[in-house]
T-cell receptor, first 112, second 114 residues
Framework: DAGITQSPRHKVTETGTPVTLRCHQT?????MYWYRQDPGHGLRLIHY???????DKGEVSDGYSVSRSKTEDFLLTLESATSSQTSVYFC???????????FGEGSWLTVV | GESVGLHLPTLSVQEGDNSIINCAYSNSASDYFIWYKQESGKGPQFIIDIRSNMDKRQGQRVTVLLNKTVKHLSLQIAATQPGDSAVYFCAERRLTGGGNKLTFGTGTQLKVEL
């Protein structure tokens, strides 16, 4: 358990509205990740961070942006939510030794 | 291109039997292979991993086997219990300049029958 807290855990929003998901960790892990999980696709990497203000794109980054102003917080923003972004979003952090990646409990987002 | 896939989407076993969940991968550059368990409504939970230079690793009631010749990974669960019912994902990990990249398979649903 890496002390990962995601918020909100559940959200329903309308198409075209901005949405921000927050990931908070208490273990001072350097690396943090945002994944989305959809039926038939497994978990896919959206964005990741390798330090404060250091972020990069994953395989499904279109329509998403991230920010990391503090080690403990990694924010995922949907600038203008679309129905295709209805999904379960998981934050993950990686031990600084580089051995294990831990996941949060998920944020369920529905875009109507 | 690289891929991580699972042979069976659903596996049903009797309580007390051993379970074997299989996974195929195609990227020889991966340095670690990891198994995660995901219960309904929860995030993936780390079970066990294995380095690419190993063939076998054992944990508590679980064993992971890696066959690099055929690029095959398996998770064996001994004396399967109802609490083992979940979706199991294999993932391959590659170290990049931006941390470790995980590529996941689509998952296998394990159902334990009483």
């Amino acid at each position: 358990d890496a002390g990962i807290t995601q918020s909100p855990r559940h959200k329903v929003t309308e198409t075209g509205t901005p949405v921000t998901l927050r990931c908070h960790q208490t273990e001072n892990h350097r690396y943090m990740y945002w994944y989305r999980q959809d039926p038939g696709h497994g978990l896919r990497l959206i964005h990741y961070s390798y330090g404060v203000k250091d972020t990069d794109k994953g395989e499904v980054s279109d329509g998403y942006s991230v920010s990391r102003s503090k080690t403990e917080d990694f924010l995922l923003t949907l600038e203008s939510a679309t129905s295709s972004q209805t999904s379960v979003y998981f934050c993950a952090t990686e031990e600084n030794s580089g051995n294990t990646i831990y996941f949060g409990e998920g944020s369920w987002l529905t875009v109507v | 291109g690289e891929s991580v896939g699972l042979h069976l989407p659903t596996l049903s076993v009797q309580e007390g039997d051993n379970s074997i969940i299989n996974c195929a991968y195609s990227n020889s550059a991966s340095d670690y292979f990891i198994w995660y368990k995901q219960e309904s409504g929860k995030g993936p939970q780390f079970i066990i991993d294995i380095r690419s230079n190993m063939d076998k690793r054992q944990g508590q009631r679980v064993t992971v086997l890696l066959n690099k010749t055929v690029k095959h990974l398996s998770l064996q669960i001994a004396a399967t219990q109802p609490g083992d019912s979940a979706v199991y994902f294999c993932a391959e990990r590659r170290l990049t300049g931006g941390g470790n990249k995980l590529t996941f398979g689509t998952g296998t649903q394990l159902k334990v029958e009483l």
